[in-house]
């Protein structure tokens, strides 16, 4: 079955960087996206970029844009999103999931990053 | 970027009711959209892509619908288990960017 298992919580003071990892499993990895989505306390979703697997290739939104690094690892199917620079407004919970072009099906539990002072 | 309207963000009603939410897109996005539920503590969970088709295992009172700039997700009979935060999700396919919507939040009476 599909499964994206996701890293532990993370608590980071201004300015720092966090890297968030999502490990795949139940389906061929180069074959679909990997989207990241937060979700800041109390607020809706905020999709923050994607990437293809199979060449590397990534979108990110342009809020985050210059800050944000979503990276994968094809040789352990694990999909991996670095913010650098954080404020406490990048406190949130981080969702990786298994896409299509438009939409995706499959979710992790999510990641708690904290960021604090 | 193509900005997403939801609409009402909040909603209460009964069960058995039938309920509407919309999604208004600022340009067009021809059908492609995606409706999520979302519980508290929980990841979202698609329930339409392209605007209209359902996912596997989703219960047929669940139905979506438009195109362009405007679409709709209906629930034609409300139940328990569907008081949730429904997310609407645009694909850009020129930019190849997403967008969510702000949510509504579906109360049961």
């Known amino acids: 079955q599909v499964q994206l298992v996701q890293s532990g919580p993370e608590v980071k003071k201004p300015g720092a960087s966090v890297r968030v990892s999502c490990k795949a499993s139940?389906?061929?990895?180069?074959?679909?996206?990997i989207s990241w989505v937060r979700q800041a306390p109390g607020q809706g979703l905020e999709w923050m970029g994607w990437?293809?697997?199979?060449?590397?290739?990534?979108k990110y939104a342009q809020k985050v844009q210059g800050r944000v690094t979503v990276t994968a690892d094809t040789s352990t199917s694990t999909a991996y999103m670095e913010l650098r620079s954080l404020i406490p407004d990048d406190t949130a919970v981080y969702y990786c999931?298994?896409?299509?072009?438009?939409?995706?099906?499959?979710w992790g539990p999510g990641t708690l990053v904290t960021v604090s002072s | 970027d193509i900005q997403m309207t939801q609409s009402p963000s909040t909603l209460t009603a009964s069960v058995g009711d039938r309920v509407t939410i919309t999604c208004r897109a600022s340009?067009?996005?021809?059908?492609?959209l995606a409706w999520y539920q979302q519980k508290p503590g929980k990841a979202p969970n698609l329930l339409i892509y392209?605007?209209?088709s359902l996912v596997d295992g989703v219960p047929s009172r669940f139905s979506g619908s438009g195109s362009g700039t405007e679409f709709t997700l209906t629930i034609s009979s409300l139940q328990p288990d569907d008081s949730a935060t429904y997310y609407c999700?645009?694909?850009?396919?020129?930019?190849?960017?997403?967008?969510f919507g702000q949510g509504t939040k579906v109360e049961i009476k």
């Open positions: 990437i293809t697997p199979y060449n590397g290739k990534t």
């Open positions: 999931a298994r896409a299509g072009a438009d939409s995706a099906n499959y």
């Open positions: 999700q645009q694909y850009n396919s020129y930019s190849r960017m997403w967008t």
């Open positions: 139940g389906f061929p990895f180069t074959s679909y996206l």
């Open positions: 340009q067009s996005i021809s059908t492609w």
């Open positions: 392209k605007a209209s």
